[in-house]
């Protein structure tokens, strides 16, 4: 038994018409850090999304580590969601342009410590797996729900990478 791994990028996100994270790129002292900076304020929800091929998925659930930073703040928590959505090419045959999610999962990261910017990590297991196969065309969508009680940051936070795992077998 093996663990696959996934490494989803900033870059490589889909962004819907409205309720989207901003791409950006900061510059920082060494390096240039991208991401997609969700908004802290307001109650609106908002999403990007990610199209992959769940690779030699055997069974099991998904794990969905979201790594982040807060912009600005040192303190409070971010609600996170994950949905995912799959359609077997050739057997389904559900309209791809109307496929739904599976219900969502969350979680509340509260930030660590007295640093801003401090990379966070952020884990959810996805367990709505919409019937996920090996070979699947699949979507994961992410997003970040500040109107939700548990998210007390009125920070951006900065997505740099998603990334999935979950067992050959």
Same mark, same amino acid.
């Given at each position: ?30 390096? @240039? ?5 969700? %908004? ?71 930030? @660590? ?42 920070? %951006? ?13």
């Amino acid at each position: 038994m093996a663990t696959v791994r996934l490494y989803l990028t900033p870059e490589e996100a889909q962004l819907a018409a409205t309720a989207f994270p901003q791409f950006k790129v900061n510059q920082g002292t060494n390096f @240039p850090v991208s991401g997609l900076a969700y %908004d802290g304020a307001g109650s609106s929800a908002e999403r990007a999304y990610w199209k992959f091929e769940p690779a030699a998925y055997g069974s099991g659930n998904i794990t969905c580590d979201i790594v982040f930073y807060n912009d600005s703040s040192t303190a409070g928590a971010c609600v996170w969601e994950a949905a995912l959505a799959a359609i077997t090419p050739e057997t389904d045959s559900q309209d791809v342009e109307t496929k739904a999610f599976a219900t969502a999962q969350q979680v509340t990261k509260t930030h @660590p410590g007295t640093t801003a910017q401090r990379l966070q990590r952020a884990t959810i297991t996805i367990t709505n797996l919409d019937a996920v196969a090996a070979g699947d065309e699949a979507w994961l969508r992410i997003s970040r729900l500040p109107g939700d009680a548990g998210d007390t940051s009125t920070a %951006d936070v900065i997505l740099t990478s998603v990334r999935l795992s979950y067992s050959d077998t």
